[in-house]
């Protein structure tokens, strides 16, 4: 018989990424995922349940998710599930259910007035680092304001600002 096991997941960050080394120098990075489930009753009355999932990411993954997530922020991952078991210091015997993430994506949260839908910039990708860092709303990555004017930021967007053709941006 088949095996198959994948999960797939979008909620915020209830906590900070917590970063960590494993003795061989390994990154591990934990965070706790809040995902809500909304429905109507058979009453007809708005339901809604939060259900909140442990992850873990290991690699340049963790490391990504520790430099760019903070609690409350959204996220899309990929992942396997995964039993951990251990024996309490009192010995009895505990376990916990995780998601070792796979892979994962940057989801935009800035809102309305952001300029309508925006694709995710893909960061889970083992081999590609991240294509580019945060930056100020309305300036193109690398630029700086001009000496003596007035910031940038504030200024209507042009074509100028957008990143260059295959270049991906980090929603912030």
């Not at 706790?32 to 992850?55: I, K």
């Not at 004017?149 to 967007?157: G, V």
Request: with cysteine; proline share 9%.
């Amino acid at each position: 018989m088949a095996n198959f096991n994948k999960v797939l997941l979008m909620g915020n960050l209830t906590r900070d990424p917590q970063l960590s080394y494993l003795p061989s120098q390994t990154p591990v990075c934990e965070i706790g995922l809040a995902v809500n489930r909304r429905w109507s009753g058979q009453d007809g009355q708005p339901r809604e349940e939060v259900t909140f999932v442990d992850c873990v990411a290991y690699g340049r993954q963790a490391e990504t998710i520790s430099k760019y997530l903070r609690k409350g922020r959204p996220v899309f991952l990929e992942g396997r599930l995964k039993l951990d078991q251990w024996e309490a210091q009192d010995g009895s015997k505990r376990s916990k259910m995780r998601v070792v993430i796979e892979n994962f994506q940057f989801i935009d949260s800035r809102g309305a007035g952001s300029g309508g839908e925006t694709e995710p910039a893909a960061a889970g990708e083992q081999d590609h680092p991240v294509r580019s860092a945060p930056r100020a709303a309305g300036r193109p990555a690398g630029s700086k304001p001009a000496a003596g004017a007035a910031s940038s930021e504030h200024a209507a967007p042009t074509d100028a600002d957008a990143p260059p053709p295959g270049e991906e941006e980090i929603p912030f």
